[in-house]
């Protein structure tokens, strides 16, 4: 491969990595940056919604003329089809990919490139993926119907299990292979594991580690989201019950299994305290480095006082910060809502949690003050977006925009608060009570605090 070639993939991974679409997150080969490994947020309002999809890419010598070849990786060992055109293999069918015939100027060309590719698998991630199929009868007849209905309630289970809950109880330690696994899945684990090794090369393996602080961040902003989910999908579906196979499945590239929504719903809430545990632990682990004198406290430690500085240079009393015993890994952050705006008034307490492996790991940030928004968990998690991830007066200035934005524009990606989201974005008599029930926890907040 040409050093121009290698050149612009840095410069499209780099693209990605600075861009803002918080759906797609890449990781590169340290020894070959040709081994490249993208997640894909599965698009809200689908079956998909939040899942976490992890491909293998593997840029040719003949890049760009011809495109890099793409293998899915979040397929239970290569036993689930999550899409038509994702099969169980890996196999990715995309005329862009050159995987699959499509219409003329559908193929790929040298001015299409990584994020395209990844935009074109993310399209693929429908709200009726059953239309996918290239055979798709669009005559609607009622059993297409039915069977559309049926194709997304399977992949919404499976979304959550395979595509969130396994790869976070890997990442903690958690066996991987709860009470959901599928009875197919488990009478064939031992004897598969052979043939599963040998379907993905070392290249494909998946970057487990380069992934798992985004998977655990967005878990925890997404906590509610997926109970909404699993509790809607309960009352509907009988336990047990299992999954219907689809015209277009066939033995080794279909979608098998049963509904265990109660079971899911227990893991999920599993792994949301083992998060909280991991980040409470951060502080004892930070305390030992500190003692240590590792660079990384005293890192943190300058960065603190520099921000305070600058707050009492810029006279922003907005915004008081402290550590919690004098640790560098638990920042106690207090905001005072600006007069005029909708926070005036209210007074809210944030602890940040930092890790010794930051920036690698990022801050996790809980709200203490109850506090009704669209940014906040009804947990107390804080949904924001630093502009730069390594400084953490990025982080500070991040908290206090995500506190303070009064018309964002509509994405359920940012958005962690299922109650406040609908009435934020509902009638105009929403919206009020939105502002309403926002400004009783304002209110709230300055009472508790001159109790």
Not at 20 to 28: E, I, K, N, P
Request: aromatic share 10%; charged share 30%; with cysteine.
């Amino acid at each position: 491969m040409s050093d121009q070639a290698i050149l612009r993939i840095t410069r499209e991974i780099r693209q990605i990595q600075q861009g803002t679409d918080l759906s797609l997150a890449v990781a590169y080969d340290d020894s070959d940056i040709r081994n490249v490994h993208a997640l894909i947020l599965g698009p809200p309002e689908t079956p998909y919604q939040f899942g976490f999809f992890e491909f293998a890419i593997k840029f040719g010598k003949d890049y760009p003329a011809k495109p890099p070849s793409v293998r899915a990786l979040t397929t239970n060992k290569g036993r689930c089809r999550f899409n038509p055109n994702i099969y169980a293999s890996g196999k990715v069918c995309l005329s862009i990919l050159g995987t699959w015939r499509g219409e003329p100027g559908e193929e790929w060309s040298s001015a299409q490139g990584l994020e395209s590719i990844l935009i074109s698998i993310q399209s693929l991630l429908s709200n009726n993926p059953y239309e996918n199929e290239p055979g798709y009868d669009k005559t609607q007849t009622a059993e297409d119907n039915e069977l559309k209905v049926s194709y997304v309630e399977k992949i919404r289970h499976e979304n959550l299990r395979i595509a969130v809950i396994e790869p976070l109880e890997s990442s903690l330690g958690i066996l991987p292979y709860g009470s959901t696994s599928t009875i197919a899945d488990r009478a064939s684990e031992s004897d598969d594991d052979e043939e599963d090794d040998q379907t993905l090369s070392q290249n494909d393996k998946p970057l487990v580690d380069r992934f798992a602080d985004l998977r655990k961040r967005r878990f925890l902003w997404y906590f509610n989201s997926y109970i909404q989910t699993i509790d809607a999908a309960n009352s509907d579906i009988s336990r047990k019950c299992k999954f219907q196979i689809m015209p277009f499945e066939s033995q080794g590239n279909t979608m098998d299994g049963h509904f265990d929504y109660p079971e899911l719903r227990r893991r999920v809430v599993l792994l949301r305290e083992k998060i909280i545990c991991e980040t409470r632990n951060w502080l004892s682990e930070g305390l030992g480095v500190k003692k240590q004198e590792l660079s990384i406290a005293s890192n943190l430690q300058r960065q603190y006082e520099q921000i305070v500085e600058d707050l009492k240079r810029q006279k922003n009393f907005a915004v008081d910060l402290e550590l919690v015993d004098t640790n560098p890994f638990l920042w106690a952050f207090t905001y005072f809502g600006r007069p005029m705006s909708h926070l005036d008034g209210g007074i809210f307490r944030f602890k940040i949690y930092i890790s010794p492996s930051f920036p690698e790991e990022q801050p996790r940030v809980f709200v203490e003050t109850p506090v009704f928004h669209i940014r906040v968990s009804r947990e107390g998690v804080l949904c924001y977006f630093p502009r730069k991830t390594d400084e953490m007066r990025y982080h500070i200035e991040a908290i206090v925009a995500a506190l303070e934005e009064e018309s964002p524009p509509y994405d359920p990606r940012t958005t962690v608060h299922p109650e406040a989201t609908k009435l934020f974005w509902g009638s105009p008599e929403d919206r009020k009570r939105y502002n309403r029930a926002l400004r009783q926890s304002v209110e709230k907040s300055a009472e508790e605090t001159y109790a």
